[in-house]
């Protein structure tokens, strides 16, 4: 019998609700965390996995939500953090009727909670949840694929490092390492290679992945991932696993800034966050500079304008640059900055609830 305490951790973490909820006709099981709405409603995406044990996917959908309140709130947004978790092997539950009955359950949380797709479910499973609800985006034929959102934030987050490291952020002076060239990766390579900079690398592993960018820019040399982090390069540009930098990797790191799309790099927020810190090499964030995409799907919620996304999604520069300022002055590492510069804007307008009476 496990001894997790389910409201010890929610009160420890300031979580507001957690909803399970299952559908016996559909096999649908799942869970819905609501972090924190002070900013708006909460919004996550829906993740569906073949956890091994029920714990497993609370203590994943309860992490996962509260890592979306820091990301919408470092991100300028209103909105708060939460997040879904279905479990179930995906080839085996996926159906129309399967994600409508999610929708019912998205629906009657009232607003309090939007949903979107993530890792096993699609644009097209959100099509079913969207004939229940009013509260899904990232929908086909609104704001598309997030991707290429996502890296175009983080190719703003790469200029505000250079910025900061070396008080020039011309792309030309520079040379890059990119670890994975997939749906992310290959948009900040496109970013990087059209601003002509000095020198490109990129690891792989899917080999259809390898070809593909071998043949459309052959100028971008191929390394083998083992070798990656010891590049002797200016810029470590993570865009594909999570955990990946770590007392293993980050003694091996020649370079000065590390800033890409991947969500969790740090494998230990603090050991790493303070590792990277003492060896002198910035490091971006992970949620402030790969919110793009987030900032882009936050767009449908008000009237979806590609022009007035792609300048809010500019606005990651800015934020990096005050995050950066704040380690500084602080003498904390990035990543806690970082936590320390959402919170801050949480409290700030918790407090300006607090003074305005809602008739
Ligand atoms: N897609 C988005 O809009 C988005 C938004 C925010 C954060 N992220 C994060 O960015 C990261 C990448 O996302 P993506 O959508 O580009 O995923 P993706 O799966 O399309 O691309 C990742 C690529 O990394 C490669 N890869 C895996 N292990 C590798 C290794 N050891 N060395 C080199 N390459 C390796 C894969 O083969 C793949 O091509 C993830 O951590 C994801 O959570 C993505």
Redesign the pocket.
Known sequence: MSDFKHFDYMAKHRYEQVVYFYDKTTGLKGITCIHNTTLGPALGGTRLWNYESEEEAVLDCLRLSRGMTYKAAAAGLNLGGGKTVLIGEADKVKSEAYFRALGRYVQSLNGRYITAEDVNTSTKDMDFVSMETDYVVGLEGKSGN??PM?ALGAFHGIRASLQHKFGDEDIKKYTFAV???????YYLIKHLVEKKAKKIYF????EK?IKRLQKENPEVEFVK?ED?YKLDVDVLVP????GSLNSKTIPQIKAKIVAG???NVLLDEDIHGDMLKDKGILYAPDFVI?AG?LINVYHELLTYNVGRATRDIEKIYDRLIDIFDIAERENINTHLAAKVFAKNRIETINHLHDNYIKR
Do not use: D, K, M
């Open positions: 997030p991707s996502t670890q994975g060239a997939g749906q992310t990766g690891s792989e592993i899917n992945h991932p990656f865009c594909a696993l999570g799309t991947a969500n790969n995409g």
